[in-house]
């Protein structure tokens, strides 16, 4: 068998202000989420151990 699949049709670069205002809203969550991993980490990291006592909210 072999794998070689046709190419796809060509398709437009653009995207959508709803779609683009759904990327923003993803960013600024994953940016929100960060400082939360990051303090959680930064008080993993007082304790001595990173591994173990970090609880991430997830």
């Known amino acids: 068998m072999s794998r070689w699949r046709p190419p796809r ?5 653009y995207i959508t202000q709803a ?5 923003e809203q993803e ?3 994953l ?3 960060r400082k939360h ?9 007082a ?3 990173r591994s173990e006592n ?5």
């Open 9 to 13: 049709p060509k398709s437009s670069p």
């Open 54 to 58: 970090a609880e991430l909210a997830k």
């Open 47 to 49: 304790e001595g151990d």
């Open 37 to 45: 991993v990051t303090a959680a980490l930064s008080a993993a990291a």
């Open 27 to 29: 960013l600024a969550g």
């Open 31 to 33: 940016w929100d989420r």
């Open 19 to 23: 779609g683009y205002k759904t990327l």
